[in-house]
Structure formats: C-alpha cells, structure tokens
C-alpha cells in the first residue's frame, strides 16, 4: 500500500494538510475505529439518538475532553460521513493497510460491542461486520468469539477462543498507547475465559544449588571473622594487641557479615518486570498489571519472618501489613494512564523493603531490587544512581513486539556509561538484556528477526554488554504460569537458562571476587594479629626492653604524630577554600553561556510522539531530552574543569604532603625498630598501603558516576520535585491557545513545544542555582575529608601502637615471673588458633 494514499485520504477526511509524519498508528486506528463504527449505526438505514451516544461514548475513550484529539475525533466522524467512507472497502483498506492484525481484531471488537450494547446483535449489521472482517482478513471463527462476548453465549470453539485471546494480549498494544493497553484488557475481560487446566503436580521450584554452596562457604568466613573478632577482643583486653585492632576487626567482620548479591530489574514501564520477579522468586510477590504499575524501588531480601518496612523521603521509616504491599508499591490505574509523572514526583515514598523466608532465591543470598519505569520517571537520573549503588549484576527488560525502541537504547546507553563508572566506550560485563513476551511472537522467523535485531545492537560493533549468556529471549508469563502450573514448556525451559546464567555469573564472576576480597582482608587481619602477638611474646620473653630514654622518646613521638594529624586537617581546610573560590568563578562563567549550547543542542530533539494525538507525551520526551543535555553539560563541566584542572592540582599537592607526613612517622618506626628490635615500621607499611589507591583517587563522590554525575543529579534534584510534570502543564498551557487543531505546522509545533520547554527549563534551574554552590563546597569537602580521614587513621593506628608497647612494658614490669609464664602460654594459644583459621580459610577456598 502506498503511504501516500492513506495521507490523501485522512487529509480528506479530515479537511486538514496532513503529512506522512501525521500518520500514525493511533490516528490510523481511530479514523478506521470510526469508519467502522459509523458504517454500523447506519448501515440499517436509521440512526438512533441512543446509536449516536453510544458512538460518542466508544470514541471519546480514546481522548480527554478539550483535547486536540477530541477535536480530531468529531471531524473524522463528519469527514466519514460526509465521504461514506464505511461503504467503500478498498478506502477501509487503504486506510487500515498499516494495523496489525491484534488491532484489526480490536478494531472489529469495538463494532461488536456497538451492535451488542443492548444484549441482541441486528442481522444487517452482523453482516456488515462480517464483510468488513473478510475484507481486513480476519478469521471468521475469531468473529464467533467476538459475537459471544456481547450477546452472552458460552457455545464457542476452544481454538479459536485462545487464538483471540492470544491477539489480543494487552502486552501486544504497548507501541500505541497505554489507553490502548486498557482498552484491550477490556476486550479481552468481556471474552469467555479458557477453560482451567487441571494442575498435574505441586508448583515447581527452580533451585539455585550454586548459590546454595556459595552461601555456606561465606557463611563459614562468617564465622571465622566472629572468632577472630573474639580472640583481638580476648588479646586487648589482656593488654597484648593494640585498641585500634578491635575496630579494624569489627568493620572486616561486619562487612563480611552484610555481603550479599545485589540484582537490579531496570526497565520502561510495561516490560514485564515484575512478572520476571515473580518468576525468579517462584510466587506471586510484586503488583502486575498490563498498564504500568511499580511506582517506587522496591527491594526483596531474607529476613527470617515475613515484613514490610515502608521507607520516607523525610527519614521516617515503619513496619506496615503485608496487605498493604500492593498498594505501596504501585500506582493508581489513573495516574498510569494520565499524569504518571504526576503521581511518582509527588510520592512520599523513598523506599520498600520487603522481607520474606521462603523465597528461593533471596535465602541464598540476593538482594532483588526492582525499579519503577524509567522512561517518564521525573528523577530517573537519581533513581538510576541510586538502583546501581553497590548492585552485581543489573537486568534490562524490553519488549519483545517493539524491542529496543529509542527511549530504550539511550537508557542502556546511561546503564552502561554508570556500570562503567562514567567510562563511555567500554562494554559492561555485569548487564543482561532481556527481551520479554517473547510468547507473543508467532512465527519462528519473526521470532529469529527480533533476537538479530536485539543481538546486533547490544552485542555489535560497540557493544552495550561484554560476556557470554548476555542476551535472552523469554516469556516471564508464561514461564511464572508453568512454575505455579507444575509444567516445562520451552518458555520454562528458556527462563531456567536465564537464570542459571545469572546464578553462574554471580558465583564464579562477582562471588570469587567478592570471596578473593574478604579472604584478603581477613588474612591481612590475621597476620597484624599474629606480628602484635609475637612482639608481645618477644615482650614478655624480655627480648624487647625500652629504656626510660626510649620511653619518653616515644612519648614524644606520640606528640609529634598528632601535631602531623593537625597539619594535614589544617592544609585540606586551606586547600578547600581555595579550590572553592576557583570552582565558583568557573561555574559562574559556565553557567553565562549555557543557555546558547542547549539552544544549540535543542535542533537535534527528537520524538516518536504526535503533538496531536499524544502531545504531553511530546512535552515529556523534550523534557527528558533537555535534562539529559543538561546533566551532559553540567558533568563535563564536573568531570572536566573541577576535576581534571581545579581538584587535580590541589588533590596532588595533599597527597604529596600527606605521604610526606606519614614517610616521617615510619622513619619513627624504622629508628624504633632497630633500637628495641620491633618490627613497626613493616606493620604500619601494610596500613599505609591499604590506603594508597585513596591517596591517588576521588574516592567517595557519586557511588562511582564521578564528580561530574554527582553534580548533575543534585541539580536535577534541586529543580523540585514533580520537575517534569510542572513542565509538561505550563507547556501545555502556554501553546495550548496557539494550537487549533495542531496539525496545520507540524514543525512548527514542535519547535514551539521546544522554545518553550527551554525557557521553562532554563527558568526552573535560575531558580536552583544558588543551591549548586552548596552541592559543589559538599563535593569538594568529600574528596578533602576522604583523604584525611584516610590518614588520620593511619595515623591513629601508629600512636596506638606507641601506647600499647608502652603498656605492655609496665605490665611486664609489674607481673611477677609466674604471671608472665602465664602470659607467654595464653599467646602461644590464642597463636594457634589464629593459625588454624587460617588453614581453615585456605581449605574453604580450595572448595
């Protein structure tokens, strides 16, 4: 069919110029719904004033009173007239050559109802409704199905009865619009249900055994860590260990002890996310619905009974009913199909966390975190901040009947470039990209186009994800029905490889490093331990010996190792104003000419949506889109000006002083050593160490998006809660009178709708801008603090030590021989023991 032909005729339809870029799906489904419906009303020769309400009630489902598509709605309806366009089938088709046959079938639906309102279906227009379906290609038999549902008849023939469920599957009108989706959920609640099938065993259970193993085997480094924690408080409170041990050993205890795996669900709305979590958990755990549901971060966990705790954005938290879960962890219907923005910026909810026994999957050890849509989410760029913090692994989910849209591949762009912690070239190798409802796909070659579509994308020539078993084709549904069912079918079978893939990353990718980590910290432990015993066995053995001299020079050691603590908090302070003045007078200047860039960048916005049919849905794309530009600008400016020039210089400079400082406390040591024959200055190497990488970096600042990404989302922030959605109502309002129909200067349109989301957006961050200064003197105060924090402790740790051998030189002074026997035999065994945990350590890493 020639495009051109469908342009001509609605533009004749509708007395307007239109284009090729007007035609879209939903205008092409409306003008026919209403051709159809018309041809209906008059095909007996009357018209009813009861057939014209009934006509207006069908259509105005489709639009919102006042609205550009409810205008365009009455002049189709007197074009349709006017042309009798219900009498001319090769104009019908012409007209419905673009549908699919889902929206063919719903499309008929709709006459059917119509002619059905009143419980009988007119022979006249039973058969104008069967012409219309032989011309649009629709099975009779499916028709059949459709006669029932509004005439209350049960007598239908099964196969037909599941292939018109099957089309008309809401998941399968999500690329048109969301009323869509609600319109064929209504349809299809109208159609006899399939008859239930008798389950033939128990639900099944998809084990997770690796992760099983891999639980017990932390759980024992658990355990040693309880120990070893057990002997360091034993050993200081004898006097033989420094105090600065026992926090060292409860912070590598407690991080041990909270480890878990953290698996994020990152979607749009309507992708099947929390079918997927319902399907991984085995039970019907989060709210789904067709249209979009989950409206805030909900995270899954073990706890040993089951709880809800319902977290706020002003800091309050409490416990609520489970039957409250549903509610508070989705949106209204309305709110999904209206003003969803609307809805999520006004939460006050921050987070849920949901704690239950039994779940599979979560009791060994992983945490699911879902996520509300992100597509329209009014912070999206906080939310995806704060979805990936600390997570292992994230799942992207996307639609099998529109894979990958635009929206989409800019959100996996975002997802990576975070994975990455800020890097935009390289893959990420802890992403799966899903593609869900793959159910809906009926043949095998549109099946083998879709996964070479997907594949190509996010495995191609510059690949979103690097790894094997990346990339799956599901059905979520399909393989949660079977679980629950006690059925295989492939889709379960697909879903089990799916989740071993998941399980086998975690193990052997994320677990052997996480388990790599906490050995080393433990061992490290030890072995502080085991040099502090053995200096105090060497104490007690009177092989060190400190003279009065050597005691009040290590008194004064003490002294002068605080005066260095001072000097570098003094030098940071110094350090941050001055870099505070200069990153101020930078932003000042960046912030003049930021408004000719976005300008700039504005020429390349781009949308799918009609300004007539879906136009705050335009507003919100250019909304998005101007926000992303933003956050763009504001993190090169972070990453590349404060970071790279201004921090940089000042960031080198305290850590030169610092490393000075401490080479000075370990030539203190190294003098100490020779002098009492302690081994010090090696033991402080090791803390000095640890703490290298810190000197070196920007630690702490964005969870791993830079200081530049830090930066960005605390303006997004800044701008006030339901940002987007004050956008999206003054634009509407300000163009609204400058409109008419809309459809006269498309380009026109949408270059106001750009104009104006710019001066709103520019207007919204004037009025945040005096915030930054606060955000940029945090950041600033961050990257400083984290580095003398870092210090300080190494510091710390050297006058503990000091203290303890003095302690532990007037314990030998004043025991008697005996008590010092005592002393030498309690070391000798609590060295054993420490010695045993860690063969036991290298066993548990051999299996």
Known sequence: ?????????????????????????????????????????????????????????TLYRFSMPESDVRRLTHLIIKGVKENQLYKKSDDLLTLTAPLTESQRLLLIGFGYEMSGAD???????????????????????????????????????????????????????????TIFVKLARDMLA????????????????????????????????????????????????????????????????????????????????????????NALLGETIQPAREIPCSGTITVLKYGKQKRLVCLYKNGREEEIPFEE????????????????????????????????????????????????????????TAITQKLLANTDAVIFLTNASRPLTQGERNLLHDLKVHLNGGKETEPADN???????????????????????????????????????????????????????GKEDEYLQGFRKFTSSIEEFLIFERGALKNQRSTNDINKLIQKNLDYLNQAQNTLEG????????????????????????????????????????????????????????????????????????????????????MRNLSEEIDNWGNEILKNVILREYVKLLDTRIAYQLDAIQADFKNLDIAVKTNFSNQLKLSINDINDDFMGFGGIGGGIGIGGALATALVIFTGVGFIAIIVTSVVAAIASSFG?????????????????????????????????????????????????????VINEAISLYENLLEQQEKVYQETLEEREADEIWIFQKYQELEEIQNTIKSIILN
């Open 543 to 626: 092989k060190i010996k400190i003279s009065e001299d050597e005691k009040q020079k290590i008194i004064e050691q003490i002294g002068e190792a605080s005066g260095r603590d001072i000097k570098i908090r003094l030098l940071a302070e110094k350090f941050k104003e001055e870099v505070l003045v200069q990153a101020l007078k930078s932003w000042k200047k960046w912030h003049q000419s930021l408004n000719g860039r976005m300008i700039a960048k504005s020429k390349l916005w781009s949308s799918e949506h009609s300004p007539v049919w879906s136009r705050d849905k335009l507003i919100r794309d250019y909304t998005n889109q101007f």
């Open 325 to 380: 879960y549903q509610q508070k962890a989705s949106i209204s219907e309305d709110a999904a199909i209206d003003c969803l923005s609307d809805e999520l910026a006004q939460s006050e909810i921050e987070e849920l966390i949901f704690e239950h026994p039994d779940l599979e999957l979560c009791s060994n050890g992983v945490e699911i975190v879902d996520s509300p849509g992100l597509n329209e989410h009014p912070e999206r």
């Open 741 to 793: 129909l809309g459809m006269l200067d498309i380009d026109g349109i949408h270059n106001k709708i750009k104009t104006k989301v710019l001066e709103l957006g520019f207007q919204k961050v004037d009025e945040s801008i005096d915030k930054v200064a606060d955000k940029i003197s945090e950041i600033i105060n961050t990257v400083f603090d984290s580095k003398v924090e870092s210090a300080s402790r």
């Open 1 to 57: 069919m020639d495009s051109r032909e469908a342009v001509d005729l609605l533009s004749r339809i509708t007395g307007q110029k239109l284009s090729q870029r007007d035609l879209t799906p939903q205008i092409v489904f409306l003008a026919s719904l209403v051709t159809v419906l018309v041809g209906v009303m008059f095909i007996d020769g009357t018209v009813a004033e009861s057939e014209k309400q009934r006509l207006l009630v």
């Open 190 to 277: 109208t159609i006899p249900a399939l008859a239930e099938t008798q389950a033939n065993q128990q639900r099944i259970v998809i084990s997770y055994d690796g992760l099983k193993k891999f639980q017990e085997h932390r759980q024992q480094l658990n355990n040693l860590c309880e120990q070893i924690f057990q002997i360091i408080q034993d050993c200081q409170e004898g006097g033989f260990l420094p105090h600065s041990l026992i926090k060292e050993a409860k912070e590598v205890w407690e991080k041990n002890q909270s480890q878990r795996f953290r698996l994020a669900v990152v979607g749009e709305f309507s992708q099947g996310k929390s079918t997927l979590l």
């Open 431 to 485: 992403l799966f990209v899903i593609c869900n409802f793959m159910d809906l796909i009926r043949t095998e070659k549109g099946k083998e186009q879709i996964k070479q579509r997907v594949t190509k994308f996010v495995q191609g020539d510059h690949p979103i994800v690097s790894g094997v078993n990346r990339v799956h084709f599901i059905s979520a549904q399909a393989a949660l029905d079977e679980i629950l069912a």
């Open 119 to 177: 419980g009988e279906i007119d022979s006249r227009e039973k058969k104008y409704l069967e012409i219309l379906a032989k011309h649009l290609g629709i099975n009779l038999q499916h028709l059949a199905v459709l006669e029932s549902a509004f005439t209350h008849q049960n007598n239908v023939d099964s196969v037909a009865l599941e292939e018109v469920r099957f089309l008309l599957d809401p998941a399968r009108f999500h690329e048109m619009d």
